[in-house]
């Protein structure tokens, strides 16, 4: 093979191993978002069970599955009641994975937890912490946002509507299956 021919191919073998990286299969590759995380945070281990309640004082009620947009559809996660501008920390320590504004949970933030099985989905908040940013690592307990009443919360309803995800191998930020965060807010996780 030429000169030109061999570069071509480690050229090629490059660019799809740069494309591979970027890929989910399995474990995360050293270098990954992930592994960065894990990285930046000394001592974090990926850990299962009760999770930081996201608003401090905030009172702990079920609302899974309660009738919204006049019975349309039911709700997927649970509402925690404060006023504007509380704080609003992380669940879980994890990553930032997506900012995002949307009609119906306005201000919003989805934080993958360190072993990458779930998202955690906050929205309707007033705004985010100075310096958090998509890609951020992020503590458990970490200042991530504000309550606010952004989004179909409606003007003067502030509050943190507190949604998880289950997440599959590969799949993005929207795409995991709703789980009621109750019981892991409540301490129960065994009731997941």
């Given at each position: 093979?030429s000169r030109?021919?061999?570069?071509?191919?480690?050229?090629?073998v490059?660019?799809?191993?740069?494309?591979?990286s970027?890929?989910?299969i399995?474990?995360?590759?050293?270098?990954?978002?992930?592994a960065?995380?894990v990285?930046a945070?000394?001592?974090?281990?990926?850990?299962?069970?009760?999770?930081?309640?996201?608003?401090?004082?905030?009172a702990?009620?079920?609302?899974w599955g309660?009738?919204r947009d006049?019975?349309a559809?039911?709700h997927?996660?649970?509402?925690l009641i404060?006023?504007g501008?509380?704080?609003?920390?992380?669940a879980?320590?994890?990553?930032?994975?997506?900012?995002?504004q949307?009609?119906?949970?306005g201000?919003?933030a989805y934080?993958?937890?360190?072993?990458?099985?779930?998202?955690?989905?906050?929205?309707?908040?007033?705004?985010?912490?100075?310096?958090?940013g998509?890609?951020?690592a992020?503590?458990?307990?970490?200042?991530?946002?504000?309550?606010?009443?952004?989004?179909?919360?409606?003007?003067?309803?502030?509050?943190l509507?507190?949604?998880?995800?289950?997440m599959?191998?590969g799949?993005?930020?929207?795409q995991?299956e709703?789980?009621?965060?109750?019981?892991?807010l409540?301490?129960?996780?065994?009731?997941?």
């Open positions: 093979m030109v021919g061999w570069i071509i191919l480690a050229s090629f490059l660019g799809l191993g740069a494309f591979l970027t890929c989910s399995g474990e995360a590759p050293p270098g990954s978002i992930r960065r995380v990285q945070i000394p001592g974090l281990r990926p850990r299962a069970g009760p999770l930081v309640m996201p608003v401090a004082g905030a702990l009620r079920n609302s309660e009738a006049g019975g559809r039911g997927h996660g649970t509402d404060a006023p501008g509380t704080p609003v920390v992380a879980a320590a994890g990553w930032v994975e997506k900012l995002f949307s009609r119906l949970g201000t919003t934080l993958r937890t360190a072993d990458g099985r779930w998202i955690h989905y906050y929205a309707h908040l007033a705004g985010y912490a100075a310096g958090i998509e890609g951020s992020v503590r458990a307990g970490q200042v991530i946002g504000y309550v606010g009443d952004t989004g179909d919360a409606g003007p003067g309803n502030h509050h509507h507190f949604g998880i995800q289950r599959r191998p799949e993005r930020w929207w995991g709703d789980v009621n965060p109750y019981p892991l409540a301490g129960r996780a065994g009731d997941r």
